[in-house]
T-cell receptor
Framework: GQNIDQPTEMTATEGAIVQINCTYQTSGFNGLFWYQQHAGEAPTFLSYNVLDGLEEKGRFSSFLSRSKGYSYLLLKELQMKDSASYLCAALDSNYQLIWGAGTKLIIKP | GAVVSQHPSWVICKSGTSVKIECRSLDFQATTMFWYRQFPKQSLMLMATSNEGSKATYEQGVEKDKFLINHASLTLSTLTVTSAHPEDSSFYIC?????????????FGPGTRLTVL
């Protein structure tokens, strides 16, 4: 079956760095997305990786290892507004998104 | 970036009534639109995929006669929840893609919160 695993909840301190891991098992693979979702709002796009390696975009970076079925989202210089759920989603062979349950990130001052 | 709107943002209705939710791509033509449902503290659950001019493809366990999807144009898809019941109360989110294998990003609408009394 298809499956996405990511931690349910993480806590970090303002100004620090946090890494949110995601492992996936899908029928075929056409890339991996990370989305941010604040409570009561729709997800917003953060990153898309289809090739191995690290993609950096400002304070956020995303890494992919296709051979390991593994990705992580790295958030630097954490701000209080980064408190949100972070959703990992893999695109399968039918170009359908398989969603993880999301990681709730709590930022403490 | 591409903008997707949804209307209404929230709706409260009585049990047994039908509710229509609109999803529009404002500045691009969406070949494919997706409808998701999200219950509190859970991830998005894909309900159906719709392509303009053809019947929607529903996910297993989603009743197509209860959740009617119409994708009449490249910029508009509608989801009608027929004979809504309290268990249908949820956050409904649509998304759209530009289409083609090189445009995999889904652009999400702001969501519609449905409460059925």
């Amino acid at each position: 079956g298809q499956n996405i695993d990511q931690p349910t909840e993480m806590t970090a301190t303002e100004g620090a760095i946090v890494q949110i891991n995601c492992t996936y098992q899908t029928s075929g693979f056409n890339g991996l997305f990370w989305y941010q979702q604040h409570a009561g709002e729709a997800p917003t796009f953060l990153s898309y990786n289809v090739l191995d390696g690290l993609e950096e975009k400002g304070r956020f970076s995303s890494f992919l290892s296709r051979s390991k079925g593994y990705s992580y989202l790295l958030l630097k210089e954490l701000q209080m507004k980064d408190s949100a759920s972070y959703l990992c989603a893999a695109l399968d062979s039918n170009y359908q998104l398989i969603w993880g349950a999301g990681t709730k990130l709590i930022i403490k001052p | 970036g591409a903008v997707v709107s949804q209307h209404p943002s929230w709706v409260i209705c009585k049990s047994g009534t039908s509710v229509k939710i609109e999803c529009r791509s404002l500045d691009f033509q969406a070949t494919t639109m997706f409808w998701y449902r999200q219950f509190p503290k859970q991830s998005l659950m894909l309900m159906a995929t719709s392509n303009e001019g053809s019947k929607a493809t529903y996910e297993q366990g989603v009743e197509k006669d209860k959740f009617l999807i119409n994708h009449a144009s490249l910029t508009l898809s509608t989801l009608t929840v027929t004979s809504a019941h309290p268990e249908d109360s949820s956050f409904y989110i649509c998304s759209a893609t530009l289409g083609g294998n090189d445009n995999n990003e889904q652009f999400f609408g702001p969501g519609t919160r449905l409460t059925v009394l």
